[in-house]
DNA sequence: ATTGCACACGTTATAGCATAACGCAATTGA
DNA sequence: TCAATTGCGTTATGCTATAACGTGTGCAAT
């Protein structure tokens, strides 16, 4: 799947999350796009669920927030799984793909006729600078 | 980790999540328990909290709801990361552990210098039941 | 060209999830 | 006895997410 044109709001939304140096609960980014004219959560959520579909936004659903995918240009929906490691000292997020961890996980549902949709892995924790 | 006595409110709210087909969430387990004295939130939420502690019942993030753990009489801790399908037509909850799969994981994170202190694997989707 | 449809958008209101801050009572251990 | 800890109850509040309504625009089929 490729991703079509942004329109303007989801421009806005997404514009905001690139920048950002970690990830942002949807009614931050309200906060941030007031100048712009947003008034209400709506605007938001509903330019990250297309954001979401095209696959250049992730939700973090252990911390209810987003961050633009860490592949820019490319659709992360073709990497497999996403995991994610969650600072909760400082907010950092790094994202990485193991096929490995796919696979054991795609075993174990084939074997179970589970059909997935969306699976989550989040690591949260201290990255190497706030542990230290 | 052993678990000590429950206090009334940790067994109350205990026996709910037992006895449950599915994960609930907290105002769901607060309704069950208005019969027996719960007037407010905060009654069901420190009881959780004391549950996870002890290990005994879970968190699934994703869908802002808790489940008894599988283990009766064990200690989820010790087991190592715990992974979740969760079937999103009649809200069934398998848990299971694959050693791969933290092993992977444990590697990622050791090669990052991460320090995770709590590991979420979440798979949504449709059981066997459900997918038919 | 107009009708019908799909989609993005704006607004108001509401639902659902979680915690802050206060105070009280019981327990424990120095 | 005193202080510290823990559980509990209550009120209030804050954060997260969606329902339901209506508007406008672009576009394709008739």
Chains 1, 2 share one sequence.
């Not at 970690?22 to 931050?28: D, E, I, K, R, V």
């Not at 950092?92 to 096929?99: I, K, L, T, Y």
């Not at 961890?101 to 059909?115: E, G, I, P, S, Y």
Request: charged share 25%.
């Amino acid at each position: 799947m490729t991703t079509p044109q942004l329109t303007k709001n989801q421009s806005l939304v997404f514009d905001v999350l690139e920048k950002a140096e970690g990830p942002l609960s949807a009614y931050t980014i309200l906060d941030k796009l007031r100048d712009h004219g947003f008034r209400a959560p709506l605007q938001v959520y509903r330019a990250l669920e297309k954001l979401l579909e095209y696959g250049v936004v992730h939700r973090l659903e252990s911390i209810n927030s987003f961050v633009a995918c860490a592949h820019p240009g490319d659709d992360c929906h073709s990497h497999g799984i996403v995991a994610f490691a969650i600072c909760e000292s400082c907010g950092q997020v790094m994202e990485f793909h193991d096929h490995e961890v796919d696979h054991r996980l795609m075993a174990w549902v084939r074997a179970q006729k589970f059909k997935p949709e969306k699976t989550t892995i989040e690591i949260r924790g201290l990255c190497e600078a706030c542990a230290a």
